[in-house]
């Protein structure tokens, strides 16, 4: 009779199993498969972030894997392996405490040098626009200082365009449109001392065009590029707005939209280039 009471009672009140949906990557769980698609959509996951050397989670940054590590609130079996094994500058996890002490012998991370630090002079781009010539492909890398009441605008206050062989085409200062509320110095190392004698903007803008396109008309760039040069950089979109400058789409080469260097969750993806290039190079010890 007590068997056929708890019978009913576990029928009445049955057991539920949540089943977790977890990241592969960063191990976040959500209870709903659709908020995993989600999280994986926004979060571009790449090989390329910190890992932990004990557990292989991903992260954002290093300060977030130091976290992770030694932080406030740490994982308690990636703290302890690490307080052992680990290297407090570069964050390795190695093999054995002894070979901690024989790595941070050659571990020395220097400081970056501070850039800005030395003021380019502004150079000519007349001298790669001869007949044409020069090179087909021009890399282009804006540095941005904050304006507006936060500082959180950016403004260009220095550009520089270099040829395929890291040669400098043109180089200046500019003198941005709104007025400058935060020089960022600790990540730009700009002064206002650079930029007192910077180029305008559109004077900047107008000569940069002139080295991309070259000596041919817009209508031909437009169509089928002509002589018009290849523009490449990282997120173009953002330095082009900057610039307040507009170039045909299809001359342009932006990193960050290139496959192989995006940030992707997508394993199977760099499984699968992994495994293409292993191939290649064993086809090539052959």
Not at 53 to 74: A, D, I, Y
Not at 214 to 242: F, K, M, Q, T
Request: net charge neutral; hydrophobic share 30%.
């Amino acid at each position: 009779m007590d068997f056929e009471v708890e019978a009913e009672s576990e029928a009445d009140f049955p057991k539920t199993r949540s089943t977790r949906h977890k990241c592969s990557a960063c191990y976040k769980q959500y209870k709903k498969k659709e908020h995993l698609v989600e999280h994986m959509k926004v979060s571009y996951h790449s090989v390329h972030e910190p890992r932990c050397g004990v557990c292989q989670k991903h992260c954002r940054s290093f300060e977030s894997l130091r976290e992770h590590l030694t932080g406030p609130l740490p994982n308690a079996i990636c703290s302890k392996i690490f307080s052992e094994q680990g290297c407090d500058l570069c964050l390795k996890v190695l093999d054995s405490p002894s070979s901690v002490c024989e790595h941070k012998k050659r571990c020395c991370l220097s400081a970056p040098a501070p850039m800005g630090t030395v003021k380019m002079v502004y150079s000519d781009p007349t001298v790669v626009n001869q007949n044409g010539g020069g090179p087909e492909a021009v890399a282009i890398d804006c540095e941005m200082v904050g304006g507006g009441s936060d500082g959180s605008l950016d403004l260009c206050a220095r550009v520089c365009l270099i040829d395929e062989d890291e040669n400098v085409i043109f180089h200046t200062y500019v003198l941005p449109q709104l007025p400058i509320t935060n020089y960022r110095f600790e990540i730009t190392g700009l002064t206002e001392e650079h930029l007192r004698d910077a180029l305008p903007l559109k004077l900047v803008e107008e000569k940069i065009l002139q080295i991309l396109y070259n000596g041919e008309s817009i209508g031909r760039a437009r169509l089928d590029g002509g002589r018009a040069r290849l523009l490449v950089g990282h997120s173009l979109e953002h330095d082009l707005d900057c610039l307040i400058m507009t170039y045909p789409n299809h001359l342009l080469r932006d990193t960050a939209k290139y496959r192989p260097l995006m940030k992707t969750n997508l394993l199977k993806e760099w499984k699968h280039l992994m495994i293409t290039n292993i191939r290649d190079l064993k086809k090539g010890q052959r």
